[in-house]
Every structure is written in C-alpha cells, then in structure tokens.
C-alpha cells in the first residue's frame, strides 16, 4: 500500500520514527525505498545513510504535481517497501494554484493517493489526543488516516489514558514511543547536524532498530509499506532523450558542501554529464580536464578557515575562472565563491573572492519558496525563464550585485519582491536552490555552456577533447557522496 507518516506540527517525531521505521527494515535484510515531502535535504542523508538508497524528494512546487506521481512510480519499481516522510504539520503547505496547503504533506497523500500513518506529540496532553487525531481526521475526508502512532509517552498510566481517550475513535495504534528512551539527534541553525558529522551514527540507528521492534506494531504496520502493485511503470524518470557522456562536470561534495537532490544528479548523468567529485576541504586540485563546476549547498560557514587555508584551490578556480569555465553556485557556493565568509564568532576567513560580496553569517533565517525570474540577459543558464526554487539560510552579503541575476518574491501577499545573485563572467550563483527535475531546459544550458568551454580549449589545443578520465576512488556512493 504504502504510507506516508505525517505529524499534526514540526517536532512531532516523524523523522525519529521515520528512521526507526527504516532501520527495522534495513536490520531485517527488507530492500525499502524512501521519500521525503518538501525540499529538505538533511533528512534524506539520513534515509540513504539506513537504506543505502538515495532518497527522493517529492516537492509539486519545486518540480509539479505530474512529477510528483512520476517520481514515486518510477522509483518504487523494483523494491518490495516503500515509506514517505511528510513535512511539518499535516495540512501545512503554501497558496498557491487555488489551494491553501499546496506542497503539504496532505497534498502528497492526495497525489498519490495513500493514507497517513498519524504520529502524535503526546508529552503534554492525555485525554485531549482524541479531539486533535478527530480534527485532523476529518479536515479533509479524503486524506485517510489509517492509523496513529503516539510519541513521547510518559509511561504505562499516560499509555492508559491516552488509549482510553482514543477508544470511541476506533483508530488502530500502530505503535508507542516512551519517552524515557533517548532518541533525540543533536541540531543547529538549519536543522538536524548531518549523519556525515556524527561518528556514533550507526549506533544510533542499531538503538532506533531495536526501539522499533519493541514499540511499532509491525504485523499491521508492514502490510501498509508494501509498495503497490498496480503502479504505471515509466521507462524513464525524465522526458527527455538519455545522452552518452559529453562533458566532465566538477562537483563539490564534501561536508563543506553536501546539499544535492539525488534527482539533480541523475538528471545531469541522463543529459550527457560525467559527474566528478571532489573536496574543497581536502583536494588542492580540481579533477583534470573538467568542464564545468558545480557547487552546492552545505555548511561552508563552519568550515570556513580550511577552505580558506587551501589557497592552491583557490588560485586554480580563479585561473580557470579567467578561461571562462562555467560554475554554477547554490546558496553555500555562493558563499565559496564570494570575498570572504565571516563566521557565527565573528571571524572572517577569504574564500574564492571572485564574487565582489562577503557573506556574513547571523540575523534572520530566510526561508521559503520563491517564484524567480531571470532578469540579467548575460546569464548563460536560464535566459528570460521563469523558476520556481526556496531559501534556507542564515547569512546574508553585504553588497548586493548591481545586475541581479533574477528578481524573487515569496508566495504570500505580504512577501516584498526582492533581487538576488549573481553572473560575473562564466559564474553564475545565488541563494536559490532549484529542482530540475521540471526545469530540464537549465540542465541541458549548462551543458552547451560547458560543451562550448570544452570546444574553446580544443580549439586553443590547451586540452583534448572529451574523453572519460578514470579517477582515484572517492570512497563515495554511486552519486560520489560520502
């Protein structure tokens, strides 16, 4: 059937029994295929981390409702389990095309057409979990919640009362989680820290394992996760032809910088990319005779004084920069590639320095969706289109580029329209960070852009044309994450 496990607000538990979820499957050798809701980045590392899949992010607003249901059928094919992470509170979306909960979890439900496995906060309530799992029962009758699974229980009385109080509802509990049990993954200004940083993960995730055999129902639960059977079965996850590799793209992917959708990636191979990791903390070169770079999202705030110290990277970006090689920049790459990023302590460290900006950590989180249009005709990458991305971030520059590359505005009526990022010769970077997966159109730019990089040092005899060049092993997956 599969389900989605939703929460009636932000911290509910659903990524705690998410995982604890995912973790009884991996310990019981079941091959699983995880999702999660809206454009988060930090907990589908921790999906992958368990299942050893890439998760996929299922966003209508960031990619489109066709997309959504593509994305689901096409990469539930061929596993037994599937299971959907929601995204804050149930209901909890945006305006957007006449609906009010546009990109929620409820939405997603109704895509798909799935139920809901319901997780409750009930630390600070007993009798009153009856009218809260009432209410979001019938909000919208067509979302059906098949079940409840109650979080931060106090113990065996609390357990009591809060069944007693649900009895007249007749919902199935599908699961207790105490609170005495200490899963709680230490976070900071953009959420949960990455499995990346945390040593004594799979210790966590052998704990989350055993809870979940203790405390979820299974022989109810794992019926609800078996993938249908009846899906369509696209070919292809993309509408556009699959190309051979033509072009050796560069791409940051190190705990510096780690904030990738693993449909982006697979998008950039399908429209001829070679993907070449590397580490701006830890390489002093670029990979050889690469044709373009991508930079994505991450922390490059805390670990800004090594990049800084790694100076012989830094002189070879410029170098190739000044040859005209394509670098595409999201928001922590934006950062990279600015004056200087000046840290949580105050402390300024130069980075890359061919954005004439720095960046300055601290202040108000921007976050949010944003409807984008490309205003600076000398972009390479998008050209007049019109995008559809989200911010998240803590920092902001100190000088603003006097050619934006697009003009932005959020989604509600009091959001202000507002210019950002940049395009300073063959780099283009913002705060924006795009799916692709309804936006081929940028992919398939940036491709000519680095062919015709590629073309210009064949011509100039300073490289050979395009050949496949093997690398050392960057202990990464098959997308070259660490």
């Not at 398939?444 to 395009?466: M, V």
Request: glycine share 8%; charged share 15%; net charge neutral.
């Amino acid at each position: 059937m599969t389900v989605i496990i939703a929460g009636e607000r932000s911290g509910a538990g659903k990524t705690t029994i998410t995982l604890a979820m995912l973790a009884y499957l991996a310990r019981q050798k079941l091959r699983v295929q995880s999702f999660k809701v809206g454009p988060d980045y930090i907990d589908p590392m921790f999906h992958s981390q368990i299942t050893g899949r890439p998760c996929r992010n299922l966003d209508p607003f960031l990619t489109s409702e066709a997309y959504v249901q593509r994305c689901f059928h096409y990469h539930s094919q061929g596993t037994p389990y599937s299971l959907i992470e929601g995204v804050m509170g149930l209901f909890d979306g945006v305006p957007y095309q006449g609906l009010t909960d546009y990109s929620s979890t409820a939405h997603i439900a109704r895509l798909l057409h799935l139920p809901i496995v319901f997780v409750v906060d009930c630390q600070r309530l007993s009798g009153s979990v009856a009218a809260i799992v009432q209410g979001y029962r019938h909000w919208q009758p067509e979302v059906n919640l098949v079940g409840v699974i109650l979080n931060r229980v106090g113990g065996d009385r609390h357990l009591e009362l809060l069944k007693v109080a649900l009895e007249p509802l007749h919902i199935p509990i599908l699961g207790v989680f105490f609170r005495q049990q200490d899963l709680t993954l230490p976070d900071r200004h953009l959420g949960l820290v990455p499995c990346g940083e945390l040593p004594q993960i799979q210790q966590y995730f052998d704990q989350l394992a055993h809870v979940a055999a203790q405390q979820l129902d299974w022989p109810k639960l794992l019926p609800l996760l078996e993938t249908p059977r009846n899906l369509p079965s696209p070919m292809s996850l993309f509408d556009v032809p699959q190309k051979s590799p033509q072009a050796r793209l560069a791409i940051a992917q190190d705990q510096a910088f780690n904030f990738y959708y693993a449909d982006n990636l697979d998008l950039l191979t399908h429209c001829g990319f070679e993907l070449i990791p590397f580490s701006p903390l830890e390489d002093t070169e670029l990979p050889p005779a690469i044709d373009g770079v991508y930079l994505g999202g991450g922390f490059p705030e805390l670990f800004a004084e090594t990049l800084s110290l790694n100076q012989q990277l830094k002189n070879q970006f410029q170098q190739l920069i000044n040859q005209g090689l394509p670098i595409y920049g999201e928001c922590g790459g934006l950062m990279y590639l600015s004056q200087a990023i000046t840290d949580f302590t105050g402390q300024t460290f130069s980075m890359v320095g061919i954005l004439p900006t720095t960046v300055t950590m601290g202040g108000k989180l921007s976050l949010g969706y944003r409807q984008a249009q490309v205003v600076n005709s000398h972009s390479w990458l998008w050209q007049t289109e019109s995008l559809r991305g989200h911010e998240f971030h803590r920092s902001q520059m100190t000088k603003l580029p006097n050619q934006a590359l697009y003009r932005q505005r959020g989604l509600l009526v009091i959001d202000q329209e507002a210019t950002d990022g940049w395009c300073v010769g063959s780099v283009q970077a913002s705060y924006l960070h795009l799916h692709w997966g309804s936006q081929i159109s940028t992919v398939e730019k940036f491709r000519a852009a680095c062919l015709a990089f590629q073309k210009k040092l064949s011509y100039l005899g300073e490289c050979p044309p395009f050949k496949s060049v093997p690398l050392r092993n960057t202990g990464g997956d098959a997308h070259g994450r660490k």
